[in-house]
Nanobody, 121 residues
């Protein structure tokens, strides 16, 4: 099974940037998705990318600010987050899957533990 570890979260001021990393090991995957979950809200799809490097759509609230990418070895997937807003504050998860709709959590079989992103003045 695929094991995923996120890193890169932290506390930043509005307008700041963070780059999250998701490192995969122990198996193969068809695609990687980034999700986030804020207190009192459902887990929300953010962006996705296939093993071959094809990116999937970004959630409208982050389009133009966030960019998903992966390294050439297909081990680490990144989420570059720019011009962060307080409403971006959440626990961010990466997940791997092989089939189904990329924006649906049920399509993912492996999940990381999450990394906290807090955007506050």
């Amino acid at each position: 099974q695929v094991q995923l570890v996120e890193s890169g979260g932290g506390l930043v001021q509005p307008g700041g940037s963070l780059r999250l990393s998701c490192t995969a090991s122990g198996g193969t995957y068809g695609f990687i998705g980034w999700f986030r979950q804020a207190p009192g809200k459902a887990r929300e799809y953010v962006a996705g990318i296939s093993y071959t490097g094809l990116s999937w759509g970004y959630v409208p609230s982050v389009k133009g600010r966030f960019t998903i990418s992966r390294d050439d070895a297909k081990v680490t997937t990144y989420l570059q987050m720019n011009r962060l807003k307080p409403e971006d504050s959440a626990v961010y998860f990466c997940a791997s899957g092989d089939s189904g709709r990329w924006e649906i959590p049920a399509s993912y079989s492996s999940w990381g533990q999450g990394t906290q992103v807090t955007v506050s003045s």
